[in-house]
């Protein structure tokens, strides 16, 4: 069987647990069983929007009905809760809404990759952490991710290069608390808080994006398409949270097309889509799939709640 092992990196980040299946022998499906040790509860839709959300600056709706309340979207994230813990996926600008609305308190935050949209919360932090959260926090993303982190947030890095974490000087009391920056990477296993994910490849128009798979749930923002490698994290998907930005294909997003091919090749149990800009209509969308005999297939909504319990068999 294969067993957890504590990988220490030479550079200035922090000890992590990776899993190495490579030539274990075991099967592919066990190997993604593993991942069902802490089973998954409930997944929450903080945000579906694309990257400037729904409405636009200015109340700009686009081809969204305004007088349904599922079409207004903040920027793409969720929140993952198994056994007490709750992970985070991507920190945007509506990380202050996001949070006060879904009274949110994430314990670790995994991000996708380094794009605006699912960065630009991190500048919220400092008041969080001594605010609310009020101890360190864990934050996982790979290299490339990182390295736009650190280019739109240095005062965030000053510490890293000794600690291995970023010391966030509280506001009144001036208490300290810190960030632990986790380098992850495509492939290799990983624990968040005790929450066991498998990140993989996807590919987002010009650069790549990390899918996550945890369980027998699966999350694919900001993705086009899969390379092979990625192909095996993809099956047996329970519920899948797939990007569909724009009715018409473009190199970067999914759109509806695209989302038929991928079910079609992954044959998912439910989809839920998720990036989606002002063009998308929550109930023409809805309609759009279920007229084509995909009725477990639908746009998700800010605020969704899934239970994945309430799914297996």
């Not at 700009?60 to 599922?70: R, S, Y």
């Not at 903040?74 to 809760?81: H, L």
């Not at 009020?134 to 290299?143: F, G, M, S, V």
């Not at 945890?214 to 519920?239: H, M, Q």
Request: with cysteine; charged share 25%.
């Amino acid at each position: 069987m294969s067993r957890f092992a504590l990988e220490a990196k030479s550079s200035a980040y922090s000890v992590r647990r990776t899993v190495s299946w490579a030539g274990s022998g075991i099967s592919r499906n066990k190997r993604l069983a593993h991942l069902e040790q802490n089973l998954l509860t409930k997944i929450t839709i903080l945000g579906c929007g694309a990257t400037y959300g729904v409405p636009l600056a200015g109340g700009v709706w686009g081809l969204c009905d305004p007088a349904n309340p599922k079409n207004e979207r903040m920027r793409p994230s969720i929140q993952v809760e198994q056994n007490g813990q709750s992970l985070m996926i991507d920190i945007g600008p509506d990380f202050r809404l996001q949070t006060s609305r879904a009274k949110v308190i994430p314990d670790a935050i995994l991000i996708t990759h380094g794009h605006w949209d699912h960065i630009a919360g991190i500048g919220e932090l400092p008041y969080y952490m001594e605010e609310v959260l009020k101890r360190d926090l864990n934050i996982y993303a790979d290299e490339r991710c990182l390295s736009f982190v650190r280019g739109m947030f240095p005062y965030l890095f000053f510490n890293e290069e000794t600690k291995g974490s970023t010391s966030i000087v509280g506001f009144g009391e001036n208490k300290q608390y810190r960030i632990f920056w986790h380098r992850i990477r495509a492939f290799e296993a990983i624990e968040a808080n005790g929450i066991e994910m498998l990140p993989f490849s996807q590919h987002h128009g010009g650069s790549d994006s990390l899918g996550v798979r945890i369980a027998n749930f699966v999350y694919s923002s900001d993705v086009k398409s899969f390379p092979k490698e990625s192909w095996r994290f993809l099956e047996g998907i329970d519920t899948w949270i797939l990007d569909c930005d724009y009715w018409k294909e473009s190199e970067s997003h999914g759109d509806p097309e695209t989302v038929l091919r991928h079910v079609e090749q992954f044959d998912p149990k439910q989809v839920f889509l998720t990036h989606m800009d002002e063009k998308m209509d929550y109930s023409v969308l809805k309609a759009w799939f279920s007229d084509r005999g995909y009725p477990q297939i639908a746009p998700a909504y800010d605020g969704l709640k899934i239970d994945l319990s309430s799914i297996r068999q």
